[in-house]
Nanobody
Framework: QVQLVESGGGLVQAGGSLRLSCAASGRTFSNRAMGWFRQAPGKEREFVAARSWSGSRTYYADSVKGRFTISRDNAKNTVYLQMNSLKPEDTAVYYC????????????????????WGQGTQVTVSS
């Protein structure tokens, strides 16, 4: 059974920080690009950040650039999203995902590029 499990969400005041984790089990994801997406109530799921399988390429949505950092620890089969200077508009359910492609040194921005998804973790930023 392949699983991605997110953790680290919670309630934080504006300006605060959280680190989300995405632990993979059932298989290794070190050969896949990883991404983070989020979905706010009443809105579509949107891209947040992505990292190529080698780690040489990363990409961020303009709304989080300079505040969020995606990283991965292949030894732990875990991907992280460090979120700093959080704003109320960052409130959403955050999902991690693993790409369909393997050994592709690209990052992927579209939901359709990802095959495995976690169940999501809630992040709430109060003003």
């Amino acid at each position: 059974q392949v699983q991605l499990v997110e953790s680290g969400g919670g309630l934080v005041q504006a300006g605060g920080s959280l680190r989300l984790s995405c632990a993979a089990s059932g298989r290794t994801f070190s050969n896949r690009a990883m991404g983070w997406f989020r979905q706010a109530p009443g809105k579509e799921r949107e891209f947040v950040a992505a990292r190529s399988w080698s780690g040489s390429r990363t990409y961020y949505a303009d709304s989080v650039k300079g505040r969020f950092t995606i990283s991965r620890d292949n030894a732990k089969n875990t991907v992280y999203l460090q979120m700093n200077s959080l704003k109320p508009e960052d409130t959403a359910v955050y999902y991690c995902a693993a790409s369909t492609a393997v050994y592709s040194d690209s990052y992927f921005l579209n939901l359709s590029d990802y095959y495995y998804w976690g169940q999501g973790t809630q992040v709430t930023v109060s003003s």
